[in-house]
């Protein structure tokens, strides 16, 4: 029965992990299609992405402060009913149809994403053997990548109808003019985020519903601090923190770059290098599945070693040649991305004990990567055109923090 209930639970976990990868991997997809409805430059539109990851910054201590009180369980139906609640606020974003409304959407919706990650990853590796807990992280992350394909590869074809009209281009003989195409891609937007939040408040209710069971951490009774900034003299998880960012702002560099390189640098069509975009997810999928196969076999930390200096070697690859080798090297980078984040993680929750939601909420704010290192990429190739594979020297500096961290960095200091 105990079993049961803990695969129930697993289940129920898993599926967190698979819905915020839709979420935070819609995002490319909504930078084009907000870039027709409100009429912005790249530039404009790249600031939702900065309003999604700003609440990866401001909310996982807030939000590790309230699972302490509180708990997990309510940490994540809280979490669920407030991105379910962004959701339903694109009824009123496709009738003002301004950006700053669609910004603060998706700055409610990563809140509620956020306080998913934040409980969902330390939950995962409380929940079973700790012996197998960084191989059941990776395999809930294998979800995030499940998610994350489907997503790239077919939640955007509902929401792109493939017309790039402008006020001048609109055909004249188009039903309703101008106000009828921005209304008919408006509702393409709503259309998937209100069946988003649906599917987030029928998940809530689950949570509700279903019994988990208590874990160690919170079957004690703490009288300590709701966040504790002294567990960052813990250094496994100080270099934990610094490993994450560094990861996470080099995996967003190269998939945020992926179809500029593809289509401005190797002078790909469109239609081709999106079926690339959707082989380099599947890589990353593909190895998700993989890699936690193989940790049954092999020690998380070593994978992360190994891993981490192929992709140095790889991206060194991208910085020399670039060109199709250097794509061709970027499906391998996919690959062996795949199970860094998870591996990390977990590795630095290792021995927190009490204090793992202050450690998760640290390694989660750490996603601010995101919002830096892949500006500097691009600011890079755009200043060396003429040799524009040389940026990529920055993901390759990122993944030799992610090796330090599998060398020296995981190893727990009392």
């Known amino acids: 029965m105990k079993n049961n209930t803990y695969r129930g639970s697993l289940i129920l976990i898993f599926s967190l992990f698979f819905i915020w990868a839709i979420s935070s991997n819609l995002l490319p997809t909504m930078i084009r299609q907000l870039m027709k409805t409100c009429e912005l430059n790249t530039f404009e539109a790249s600031f939702t992405e900065t309003a999604y990851w700003l609440a990866y910054f401001i909310f996982p201590i807030p939000i590790a402060m309230f699972m302490k009180k509180y708990s997990y ?8 009913l407030l991105a ?23 700055f409610i919706i990563a809140t509620g994403m956020c306080f998913l990650e934040t409980a969902a ?102 009288t300590g601090k709701l966040i504790d900034f ?42 081709i290098a999106t079926t690339f975009f959707g082989l380099y997810m599947l890589a990353f999928l593909l190895g998700r599945w993989i890699g936690t196969l193989f940790m049954g076999k092999f020690k998380p930390q070593n994978m992360l070693l190994l891993y981490a200096i192929i992709n140095v070697l790889l991206c060194g690859v991208i910085a020399v040649f670039g060109g199709m080798i250097g794509l061709y090297s970027m499906l391998g980078v996919s690959f062996f991305m795949s199970i860094m984040y998870p591996t990390q993680f977990s ?36 200043l060396n055109e003429h040799i524009y594979q040389i940026a990529y020297s920055i993901p390759l500096i990122c993944f030799l923090f992610c090796a330090y961290y599998g060398w020296k960095g995981y190893k727990v200091v009392d």
């Not at 379910?84 to 998706?106: T, V």
């Not at 994450?244 to 401005?264: D, E, R």
């Not at 009490?354 to 755009?382: D, E, R, W």
Request: aromatic share 14%; net charge negative; glycine share 8%.
């Open 73 to 80: 369980k309510s940490g994540i139906v809280l979490g669920l």
């Open 84 to 106: 379910a609640f962004g959701g339903f606020l694109f009824l009123l974003a496709a009738d003002i149809k301004e950006y700053w409304a669609y910004l603060a959407i998706f």
């Open 121 to 222: 990853n330390p939950y995962v590796t409380a929940l079973g053997d700790p012996n197998t807990s960084t191989r059941r992280l990776n395999l809930a992350q294998s979800f995030n990548g499940l998610g994350a394909f489907i997503a790239a590869m077919f939640l955007s074809k509902l929401v792109l109808s493939g017309h790039t009209y402008t006020r001048d281009t609109l055909p004249t003989d188009y039903a309703g003019g101008w106000e009828a195409y921005i209304q008919f891609e408006t509702d393409s937007m709503k259309s998937i985020y209100l069946l988003l939040a649906f599917i987030l408040v029928l998940i809530a209710v689950l949570f509700i519903i279903f019994k988990f069971p208590k874990i160690k951490e919170e079957e004690a009774e703490d």
């Open 230 to 271: 002294k567990v960052l003299k813990r250094s496994h998880l100080r270099w934990g923190v610094i490993a994450q960012f560094f990861y996470n702002g080099g995996q967003t560099a190269i998939n945020s770059l992926f179809l500029v390189y593809c289509c401005v640098y190797v002078n790909m069509e469109e239609d």
């Open 347 to 382: 590795l630095a929750l290792e021995d927190l004990g009490s204090n793992t939601k202050s450690g998760s909420a640290f390694l989660v704010m750490a996603i601010v990567g995101n919002a830096c290192l892949p500006q500097l990429t691009a600011y890079f190739m755009h």
